[in-house]
């Protein structure tokens, strides 16, 4: 089996668990304004854990978060390297726009649907920004994945 088809299998049998880590993220409200991204930030925490990934959390200091208008945010970074090579970083926000009128669905439901091209979770932030957290961490457990079975990474 090829590096990509190792990493599209994976993808392919993990979208399910993908897809319930992307849902526990639009459970929680992080609507900026008024900019209070604590408890998305602990539960992005908690979930990357879970996955056993190691994450750092870097609050923002008060002086930075209230020149932005925000009430809170921490920074976290998930670190993986394969060995000797380039880094590459991937960078995603856990703020999402207020719901504003004219939902038909709970934005923090995370219900999901069957629509015209499959199934469609609803929610703030299930297509922009905590779709990006799900993509990232997924990706990155496929890769992880791909060297266990004896692909070779570097960087």
Same mark, same amino acid.
């Given at each position: 089996?090829?590096?990509?088809?190792? *990493?599209?299998?994976?993808?392919? !049998? $993990?979208?399910?668990r993908e897809t319930a880590f992307l849902a526990e993220? %639009?459970?929680? /409200?992080?609507?900026?304004?008024?900019?209070?991204?604590?408890?998305?930030?602990?539960?992005a925490m908690a979930l990357l854990e879970q996955l056993g990934l190691t994450v750092e959390a870097h609050p923002v200091p008060?002086?930075?978060i209230e020149a932005a208008g925000m009430k809170s945010a921490t920074n976290? *970074?998930?670190?993986?390297?394969? !060995? $000797?090579?380039?880094?590459?970083?991937?960078?995603a926000h856990g703020d %999402?726009?207020? /719901?504003?009128?004219?939902?038909?669905?709970?934005?923090?439901?995370?219900v999901i649907e069957d629509g015209p091209h499959g199934k469609v979770m609803f929610g703030r932030g299930a297509a922009v920004s905590k779709s990006d957290f799900a993509t990232y961490t997924f990706a990155l457990l496929a890769?992880?994945?791909?060297?266990?079975?004896?692909a070779k990474l570097g960087g």
């Amino acid at each position: 089996m090829t590096i990509v088809d190792r *990493i599209g299998a994976f993808i392919d !049998g $993990d979208f399910a668990r993908e897809t319930a880590f992307l849902a526990e993220l %639009v459970k929680v /409200p992080s609507d900026n304004p008024p900019g209070d991204c604590a408890a998305h930030a602990a539960r992005a925490m908690a979930l990357l854990e879970q996955l056993g990934l190691t994450v750092e959390a870097h609050p923002v200091p008060g002086s930075a978060i209230e020149a932005a208008g925000m009430k809170s945010a921490t920074n976290l *970074i998930v670190r993986h390297r394969f !060995g $000797d090579g380039p880094t590459v970083a991937l960078n995603a926000h856990g703020d %999402v726009v207020p /719901p504003g009128r004219g939902w038909t669905r709970d934005p923090y439901g995370a219900v999901i649907e069957d629509g015209p091209h499959g199934k469609v979770m609803f929610g703030r932030g299930a297509a922009v920004s905590k779709s990006d957290f799900a993509t990232y961490t997924f990706a990155l457990l496929a890769l992880k994945d791909a060297v266990a079975n004896g692909a070779k990474l570097g960087g």
